[in-house]
């Protein structure tokens, strides 16, 4: 009888979880999130891209000293212009930004590169003769 008291406690022993349940934890641990010591931003950057064949010119250039921005960009637009922004940002002041326009528009007549002609032959059409009788 001892025996299988034994072997009963020892089995109920091996069939305890030993890890953490899941899901639900009756006391959860709470840590707080760390706190870092937050610093003004500073940051300088700028790139241009300048590619011909396809007519794409086009770049930007920013730099921030704490609440202070100030930069620019600018784009080859369609019509020939060069389009260019300049911005600045002090604070809580907003966007400024002047835009400025080099160069004249042109507006070239539309000349369509590719016309479309038939590729088929059109078989021929059937006319039945007359039966007279």
Known sequence: MKVILVVT?????MAAPSGPPYGFSPAPSYRP???YASAPARYSFDYAVNDP???????HQESRDGDHTQGSYYVQLPDGRL??????VSGDSGYLA??????EAR?????PAYRPAPTYT??????PTPVYG
């Open 33 to 35: 999130a760390p706190s």
């Open 122 to 127: 059109p078989l021929p059409v059937f006319r």
């Open 107 to 111: 507006y070239p007549t539309y000349q």
């Open 9 to 13: 406690l020892a089995a109920a022993g």
């Open 83 to 88: 389009q260019q922004v300049t911005y600045t």
């Open 98 to 103: 002047e835009v400025t326009y080099q160069g």
């Open 53 to 59: 064949p396809s007519g794409n010119d086009f770049g």
